[in-house]
């Protein structure tokens, strides 16, 4: 068998030094670094709304009392509707629908307002192009709440048995953590795991295979440098880089988008690193697997890919079927997400914290080990 | 190491690549001191020879030692006293340098390691130029470089591989002078080269086609092996005179220089019946000793031929 030497600190300072000093020089991948996060926190953090409002509407109005008038301005006061359009026929209004013109139509019949004081309990239609349902859901979620308030002003003295009741049951409903539910403070502190992913792998995934494609890999293996060596060497720089980006996200959370900061930030800084940790050894084995530069960025986008989607950043992770959910625990993501957001929003400590966070040390340990027996040492 | 000890001994060393036995059993004997030269033609498996000495590739088959190593099972530490310079420029284009050096240096875990960097640089004669990076030298820079580098650990063997392709005329002569220093003091080279001139410079020689060691030894000795014999000819209208002679039978090949034509054949009788015609005014024939180019070229030729078959 080989004899092993023994593993040199002198030979891990001298790649780290190398790696740094390369990094330095390559000023498009540095800014690539930096360049990420900010332009996804502007895009991600104003851009995106789960909430949306002044969703546009068109009123096909055939009735000429007052209490139709009186819902349609209720409607509009809630802001989560824009009457943009009125229309004559129902041809017209499915046209609008058909041309995405407007995403409601508002169809309230003839007689609406007299029946409606005579106790018929007339209807009234809205249709919805529901092609995305997260864009009327809440829209409409709210409707009932909507009219039953604007009712209430109308329908006093004799008419108030036609007032909506309070029914059987006095719900009362807390939102904790976010009770205004504001989506950026869901999505800001899960932009800190999205980005780290995804610049995290991408970095170490191109680590390795710039050195074969240079050819500068040869001369690497012809000196006496051990595996571990080399592929610690590589991560430890850019564990740096990942706290940069942790530290301007941390920054804009709470200048830009106002995200509470419950938890110990500490705590969140010390999780990130377990959190880099994992993304880079994964980075690292796909360099160990990937034969040059361009099948390691495809082999990091396979990767980014479902952890975006599987790991509740884009969609609520109690939304998919349990398959789906079991693929989404393998990945880090899934479980600083759950961190991050615990620790920012829900003020989590240390001990809720160590459910997930063995996980992702259970995840670094085997990308790091397979990269290391996949690392090889000769030409072969 | 005393001269005259083997420093490489390795026997049947064999390397396959898709099948195809890329490096033949081949056996190699260096001695400390000496500087032997590898010569063969492109993709003849010199390269896959030098990268299983020193570890970069693992024989099929083969034993032996180097540095008194075992050649199989000790490659960590032959690599440690081994100095390795590819064929390709391999140091890092985006380092000075002084970084390059030192960072060769700490793989080594050179105890006075800034020193060492120093001497280097002050060696290779671009102090003040340390902190440009290497990518922005020239070709005959970068060998200097990756030269220095590779001795920064005094090594006592190193492995070149074409070390002076496209490398200028006076920056090869330096570089061989250089060479000869360094054996002088002891270190030992296996060097590969295309070029004649080279070869010629080398205590001993090896040649190798197609993954087979044909001939070695001493310039003269490997010249002796191939037993050629070489007529020259002058005169008037030597381009068509070498065409007839091609097509006769019992001549290996002729070739121009200068002003005269070199015939030769390993079969000298043949070689005389062949030229017989054409021994007369206004051509004048001298039978020569064959150069070491002529050696190579028939070698080439024969194992062509038997590649073929």
Known sequence: MTRHSHFSFQR?????????????????????????PLLQLTLFGYAINADPRHLPAAVLLADQGPQGRTLLQAMKNSTYFDFVRQVSTETEAHNLLARGQVQFVVNIPENFSRDLLRGDRPALLVEADATDPAAT???????????????????????????????????????????????????????????????MIMITGLAITRERERGTMENLLSMPTRPSEVLIGKIVPYIFVGYIQVGVILVASYFLFHVPMQGSILLLLLVA???IAANLAMGITFSTIAKNQLQAMQMTFFAFLPSILLSGFMFPFRGMPPWAQLIGEVFPLTHFLRIVRGILLKGNTSVEVMNQLWQIALFAVVAMAIGIKRYRQTLD | ??????????????????????????????????????????????????????????????????????????????????????????????????????????????????????????????????????????????????????????????????????????????????????????????????????????HRLAYIAYGKLLAHGTVDEVIGQVGLTTWSVSGPGLPHLAEELRARQGIQQAVAFGNALHVSSDDAAALEQAIAPFRHAPYDWRKIPSGLEDAFISLMEVSKDNFAK
């Not at chain 1, 001298?14 to 690539?32: H, N, P, S, W, Y």
């Open chain 2, 1 to 202: 190491m005393k001269n005259g000890e083997l420093i490489v001994d390795v026997r049947g060393m064999t390397k396959h690549y898709d099948g195809r036995a890329v490096v033949d059993h081949v056996d190699l004997q260096v001695r400390a001191g000496e500087i032997y030269g590898f010569l063969g033609p492109n993709g003849s498996g010199k390269t896959t020879f030098l990268r299983m000495l020193c570890g970069l590739l693992r024989a099929d088959e083969g034993s032996g030692t180097c540095l008194g190593h075992d050649v199989i099972r000790e490659s960590e530490a032959i690599k440690r006293e081994v100095g390795y310079m590819t064929q390709r420029f391999s140091f890092w284009e985006d380092l000075s340098i002084e970084e390059n050096l030192d960072f060769v240096a700490r793989m080594y875990e050179l105890k006075k390691r800034r020193q060492a960097v120093r001497e280097s640089i002050e060696q290779l004669g671009l102090a003040g130029r340390e902190k440009q990076l290497a990518g922005q030298l020239s070709g005959g820079w970068k060998q200097r470089l990756a030269l220095t580098a590779c001795l920064i650990h005094n090594p006592k063997l190193l492995l070149l591989d074409e070390p002076t392709a496209g490398v200028d005329p006076k920056a090869r002569r330096d570089f061989w002078e250089q060479i000869h220093r360094l054996a002088a003091k002891g270190l030992t080279f296996l060097i590969t080269t295309h070029y004649m001139d080279e070869a010629e410079r080398c």
């Open chain 1, 273 to 275: 690193l377990v959190f």
């Open chain 1, 12 to 36: 891990l300072l001298g790649i780290i030094v190398k790696e740094f000093t390369q990094m330095r020089r390559d000023r498009l991948t540095f800014a690539m670094m930096l360049g990420i």
């Open chain 1, 137 to 199: 859901g809440n829209a409409l979620g709210q409707l009932n709440a909507i009219f039953s308030a604007a009712l209430l002003n109308d329908l006093k003295g004799p008419l108030e048995s036609l007032a909506a009741t309070d029914g059987p049951i006095d719900l009362r409903v807390h939102a904790l953590y976010n009770p205004e539910v504001i989506t950026q403070y869901n999505i800001v502190p899960g932009l800190m795991g999205v980005i780290l992913t995804m610049t």
